[in-house]
């Protein structure tokens, strides 16, 4: 059984993985209209990911006897002003997702809740994996700058990750 207290914190994650997985789909139809079809099939996947994340907390709360709170969907924006602001985004958003999860295991700490702590362990390591995903994407922009035939190039390995991304994904889950 959850306490009031942990319920309430896994209750925000699942409003944050939620809000994670709606931003990440508005970055990949984004790119999707821009012709960079690697990169929005990377961030569709992403998108996919996020949604995992938010239903795995959806049962664990209903199964240690809480109540999952399914959240409301904001509006998210239409366009951004680069690939590299994207994922410049993403790696900021992986941060505050991981700084959130660090908060959550300690409320379990503080309530003595160690199967919720052992729970989140997942969430931990996959955090860890996330933003170094995030930074060595942001390192390869980088090192194209403004050249076109590098983004073009850079679309196509994008397209690749998404497989071996997913594929590491179905192992973890
Ligand atoms: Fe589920 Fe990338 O946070």
Known sequence: MVTKKVETALNEQI?????SSQ??????????TQGLEGVASFLYTHADEERMHMLKLIKYVNERGGQAQ???LKAQPQKFKSVQFVFEEVLKHEILVSNEI??????CLKEKDYTT????????????????????VLDKLKL???DASGLYFFDRDMGSLTGAEANAGNEKA
């Open 15 to 19: 409003a944050l993985e939620a809000a």
């Open 23 to 32: 931003y990440y789909l508005a970055m990949a139809s984004w790119a999707e």
């Open 70 to 72: 399914i959240p409301a």
């Open 102 to 107: 660090n908060a959550l295991v300690e409320v």
């Open 117 to 136: 702590h052992n729970f989140l362990q997942w969430y931990v390591s996959e955090q860890i994996e996330e933003e170094a995903l995030a930074r060595k």
């Open 144 to 146: 194209i700058g403004n």
